[in-house]
């Protein structure tokens, strides 16, 4: 990709780009003759009360990197947190009319590269921009062009959108009439609403869900105020999974992140330009201001994750691809308990551990992985599922190293995919596979792949 910095030149007092001043860079695009190519970016926190935290440069970077995509998207999600909102002088936002002017002055400063992008904007508020019922009325009167369809109360916050084969469905996950006294709790979903949406477009092809909070934790940050309430979330997910939705797409944590569970991918992007956690990215360096790009078609899910000069740094697709992916099979009669199995290793020289390691540990098993980079003291470690092996199993393990964290997968039988728990903001990073295996003679690999 293009790096000059001439395209860095000739932007106004806000860092904007003048269109004219762009060079190119290439959108992924459908691979069918349906589907969709879109750009999701979210949390840029602008106008934060302490000076020099940069939001504001960040985000017009991103926008840069956005007016660059050829061809243009087709349509923008913002995923929340767009105004700081929460300032000592009208915190936490019950000031109305210093939030009207809050949006007043942002909206066609800032925001204006997004305006000029000149495409539909799916927006949903994060717990900056709504967390108290005079911010939700604000966030109506400025938004009112919002379908006002979604739950009773919480209209004009959470609602949903059919266009064609595509079905969008935003929620505000801190609307005040699900009970939530302050965003700190976590985030909540009326399940009911989004179960009756998706099973009354169900013959929609597409189907992205949009949320402010992650529901799965994302790199290791797994208190409440990062995600969603298991309370809530879990219901949600088997909403989700059982509609085998495209994706569910969410902001909040100041990262790029991609793990799938039940067969779905949560995509979390919370890279508009919010320095916050470690470094200003959580954490940094492994985390960085971008916003993805991505592409849905009869094949499947593709994005491109590009940084604020421009550059992809990281990629994805699923389903997972045929090459490029490590995968065993295994298959077990019923056995009895023990404290730990190793069914796999793959060692790299005389390195001081295996750089992949598959275990089940404990007296009710749980699957382990373990990945080692010799430039790291020590090996990071994947848990889950549990695996009952009072009977016979099959249990697949794939690692896609393009996933990141997410990128180490497990299936039990024929259940669909999910990444494993980790607390690390990679995934395989050595890029040569093991050169020499060991496989268990008791739990054998009936299928190997890569
Ligand atoms: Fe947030």
Redo the contacts with the bound molecule.
């Keep these: 990709m293009a790096t000059s910095l001439s395209r860095f030149q000739g932007y106004d007092g806000v860092g904007n780009l003048r269109v004219s001043e762009s060079t190119t860079l290439r959108s992924l695009l459908p691979r069918t003759e349906t589907g969709c190519h879109f750009v999701a970016y979210g949390?840029c926190c602008i106008g934060p009360p302490e000076p020099g935290r940069g939001h504001e440069e960040h985000l017009a970077a991103v926008h840069r990197v956005m007016h660059q995509l050829d061809p243009r998207p087709e349509f923008v999600c913002f995923l929340?947190?767009l105004i700081w909102g929460l300032t000592r002088e009208h915190g936490p936002n019950h000031d109305g009319e210093s939030l009207r002017q809050e949006w007043a002055v942002k909206l066609p400063r800032e925001m204006k590269p997004l305006t000029d992008l000149d495409v539909p904007v799916f927006r949903i508020p994060?717990?900056?921009d709504t967390m108290t019922s005079v911010s939700e009325t604000v966030w109506r009167e400025v938004f009112d062009e919002i379908p006002q369809n979604g739950p009773e109360g919480q209209e004009g916050l959470t609602w949903f959108e059919r266009r064609g084969d595509l079905l969008i469905i935003g929620i505000s996950v801190y609307a005040m009439n699900m009970g939530s006294p302050f965003?700190m709790m976590g985030g909540r979903v009326d399940c009911d609403w989004v179960d009756r949406v998706l099973t009354e477009h169900s013959d929609a092809k597409f189907k992205f869900v949009l949320g402010?909070?992650p529901v799965h934790p994302v790199n290791g940050y797994t208190a409440p105020k990062w995600g969603m309430l298991p309370e809530f979330g879990e219901p949600f997910w088997a909403v989700l999974a059982r509609h085998q939705v495209t994706a569910y797409l969410c902001?909040?944590v100041i990262a790029f992140d991609f793990q799938v569970h039940d067969g779905v991918p949560q995509i979390t992007t919370?890279g508009a330009g919010t320095s916050s956690g470690p470094g200003g990215c959580m954490p940094a360096p492994d985390e960085y201001h971008h916003c993805v790009q991505l592409a849905v078609d009869d094949i499947g899910l593709r994005g491109q994750v590009l940084d604020t000069d421009g550059t992809v740094r990281e990629e994805f697709q699923w389903p997972l691809p045929a090459d490029g992916i490590m995968k065993w099979s295994f298959k077990s009669d019923s056995l009895p308990p023990k404290p730990s199995r190793v069914l796999l290793t793959g060692q790299s020289g005389k390195e001081a551990y295996p750089r992949i390691r598959v275990s089940l540990d404990g007296y009710q098993p749980r699957l382990n992985v373990t990945l080692y980079d010799p430039a790291d003291v020590y090996p990071c470690s994947w848990h889950g599922p549990e695996i009952d092996i009072r009977h016979p199993f099959e249990l697949t393990v794939a690692i896609d190293p393009t996933l990141g964290p997410g990128g180490v997968l497990a299936r039990v039988g024929n259940e669909p995919y999910s990444s494993l728990t980790t607390d690390v903001p990679f995934g395989f990073k050595v890029n040569t596979w093991p050169e020499k295996w060991d496989v268990s003679t008791e739990i054998p690999v009936v299928e190997m792949a890569d």
């Design positions: 949390d929340g947190d994060g717990n900056h965003t402010h909070s902001s909040h919370g």
